[in-house]
């Protein structure tokens, strides 16, 4: 089965026309990593798939963290005595310092000033900051808002609560013929922030609807939860599915117009690092492999020694590296819908690669079959050698049972999805058999597989 193939039979226009809007409908709530703003976020992503929610009350331990405070926030502005707002949480959720505890006060601007964050260099733009884990206040404008405020009095209000409540993050499962898992996260924690946050947020949802009721090889597990902490929870109350995760990718920036990124996991050979590797190769100009880091979102988490999840980081524009991250310049402009679509091909494409790798055995390994003869090799052949034919030929070459498609994709430098067409064929002219893989039916273990394997060569 190819998942790829059934979404390209979609309408792409209107696909990433769905998926801007679901963003442009998550866009003014304020979310953060506790509170109604992300348990808001989720019962949206629940109309359209059945997420289980979980709540982790504040205090309890989570390896070397604790859960927090609940914060909410309703309004928050600063204003002239007696006069009008000069900055106005109602207009952009960014206005507050995420996080901030409740103030009420009348200051001078002098002593205002330390409360306030701005971008010199983009004296236009409101930056987005925030203080989970230290007890603060603070509001962000536009520089060029704060170069306007003349000496005097202030009216400064914060209505937040920072109180005992929970964590909530959703997770949602889609079983597979094999308990053997795929892991996809995405951070839903932050405000009014459209590439960093809302792009991997819907493209997740509608990867899960697209795979649905789907005949998979593996079972998939999305989870939807607050960065850093909500990673960190989910590990430490999930040790044993833990184990269950051969293969998992991080959703995040992958509605901006930049080329793909892809982010190794921390072990850098992983088959989802290869399968992307291959994918990303013929995705357009420009697409890059990154090498781990211990830095950036949730893979560093999954990535920590004690997990060494094979978890990788599909991205467009990569974090911290453009201008619009972390401001309100990271708006609904900044994403596109027909970015978000080809965003959430490309997650498709590296998902077919993990359903569809497998080995095959030759039935015919005694020279080269006659491809003719069967309709495989296009009349004239010889001096150019069309890539479908040169795909049956190495996969022919190559499936001795011990080379899978994607060893092969890689040493034909080939794309995966020309390699397992091929195999298709090969299987239906009679000249080709997989070998046996976990999810087939009956569950076979990957050591059971590797034994069988080493026997039958
Ligand atoms: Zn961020």
Redesign the pocket.
Known sequence: MSLLAELDRSDFAAVGAELHQFAADLYPICRSITGEGIRKTLAMIRERVQLQLFDVPTGTPVFDWVVPKEWNIRDAYIKVPGGDRVLDFRKSNLHVLNYSIPVCATLSLSELRPHLYTMPDKPEWIP?RTSYYKEDWGFCLSHNQMLALKDGEYEVCIDSSLVDGRLTYGEFVIPGRSPDEVLISC?AC?PS?AN??LSGLTVATSLARLLLEKDLRYTYRFLFIP?TIGAIAWLARNQRTVSNIRHGLVLTCLGDTAAFHYKKSRRGDALVDRAAANVLAYSGEGAQILDFSPYGYDERQYGSPGFDLPVGCLMRSV?GTFPE??TSADNLEFIRPAQLAESLRMCVAILDVLENDRRYRNLSPFGEPQLGKRGLYPSGGGESIAQEVLARLWVLNLSDGGHSLLDIAERSALPFQAIHQAANILCRGGLLSPLPEAGDGEVVSSEASQSNRQQRL
Do not use: P
Request: hydrophobic content about 20%.
């Open positions: 987005y951070h932050h922030l960093d946050n960065g974090w991250y972390h």
